[in-house]
């Protein structure tokens, strides 16, 4: 399987401000999926993100405050952008090098917290 | 759409107490089917999965069977230890073009000693 590296680990920011996690895979991987988590809750897909193309958005999520990139196929990032106490979550990446097939490896996730 | 259903907990059990945790799932498809673990402070780890009818995963002494009559894969343990406190997602993927995985809401098991 394929092993992440996210970062950051945690930040804590201002409200107002934009926060920008990347996310890098030891290896090339066609989709790379960004997830959050809220406190005490279950995972819910943000956007797929594949490379050379717009990224696609789930339902309740938009580009605008949660811009993706993917210049390659071993990294991509997310930006929070504006942030409000709301947004307090784990964001996490993750990626599946086997069609699905062999399973999805998750990074390690950001804990972010907005005051 | 496809959804997954898990039981709620917490699940708190003693040490070497057999542990079954239920989760059934909507799909349109055929979908592949996983348990998660994420352990206190710890990232998503793979569990078991398990891609077809009838397919048992296993891992850790955790085993899971793909009941596609009954859409369910309950996860279960013969005996649970300390250690296994942590929460449990099940989810699935669809084989289709997404790829995406759909979780259910956890379930925190607590084992004590």
């Known amino acids: 399987s394929a092993v992440i590296s996210q970062k950051p680990s945690r930040d804590i920011c201002q409200r107002g401000t934009s926060l920008t996690i990347q996310c890098q895979v030891d290896?090339?991987?066609?989709?790379m999926f960004w997830y959050r988590q809220q406190p005490g809750q279950s995972l819910t897909l943000i956007a797929t993100a594949n490379q050379g193309s717009e990224a696609t958005y789930e339902s309740g999520f938009v580009i605008d405050k949660f811009p993706i990139s993917r210049p390659n196929l071993t990294f991509s990032t997310l930006t929070v952008s504006n942030m409000s106490p709301e947004d307090s979550s784990i964001y996490l990446c993750?990626?599946?090098?086997?069609?699905?097939?062999?399973?999805?490896?998750f990074g390690s996730g950001t804990r972010l917290t907005v005051v | 759409g496809d959804s997954v259903t898990q039981m709620e907990g917490p699940v708190t059990l003693s040490e070497e107490a057999c542990l079954t945790i239920n989760c059934t799932y909507t799909a349109t498809g055929y979908p592949s089917l996983f348990w998660y673990v994420q352990y206190p402070g710890e990232g998503l780890q793979l569990l078991l999965k398990a891609t077809k009818a009838d397919d048992k995963g296993s891992n850790k002494g955790f085993e899971a069977t793909y009941r596609k009559e009954t859409t369910s894969f309950h996860l279960e343990k013969g005996s649970v230890q300390v250690s296994d406190s942590a929460v449990y997602f099940c989810?699935?993927?669809?084989?289709?073009?997404?790829?995406?995985?759909?979780f259910g809401s956890g379930t925190r098991l607590l084992v004590r000693p």
């Open positions: 993750s990626v599946d090098v086997g069609e699905s097939n062999y399973g999805y490896t």
């Open positions: 989810a699935l993927s669809e084989m289709d073009s997404s790829y995406k995985l759909i």
């Open positions: 290896s090339q991987v066609t989709m």
